[in-house]
C-alpha cells in the first residue's frame, strides 16, 4: 500500500503539476511515446497497478464476474469493487484539517493511578 502525507497542495502548484503531466502526455505521437512520457512521471509498479485498474473497469464493461475478473487480473474483489464504485462515485473534497479536528489533550490525573500515594485521597479527609 502507498504512504501518502496529509499535506496538501495549493491550487497553484496543482495546476501547473497537472499541466506539466498533461503537456507530457500531449506530446506522445505513439503508444511507445506514451508510455516513455509516463515512465518519466510513475514508477513501474505505478504503471502496473494502473493497467491492472484500467483492465478491471474494461471487463466490469464487458460484463465478467468478479470472480473472472479475480482470475485474469490476480486483483481481489475489494480491489475490483473500489474501480466499480469509483467508477459512479462523485468528486470527493479533500479533507480539511483544523485545529478543532485535531485529539484534545487529556487532563491530567492528580493522583498516580497505580504504586505508592495511591489511595493517600483516602486518608486525606
Known sequence: MVRINKKYLSGELK???WE???GALRKANSGGELKAALNKFLTSS???LLEKRLGI???LKKGWKYRDIQGAL???????SF???GLRRAKRRPR???ASSLPKRRRKSFLPPR??????????S
Open 15 to 17: 495546476k501547473e503539476i
Open 20 to 22: 506539466a503531466f498533461f
Open 46 to 48: 505505478e504503471i502496473a
Open 57 to 59: 473497469k474494461s471487463l
Open 74 to 80: 490476480d486483483v481481489t474483489r475489494v480491489t475490483i
Open 83 to 85: 474501480v466499480k464504485k
Open 96 to 98: 480539511r484539517y483544523s
Open 115 to 124: 504504586g505508592r500515594g495511591r489511595w493517600n485521597f483516602l486518608n486525606s
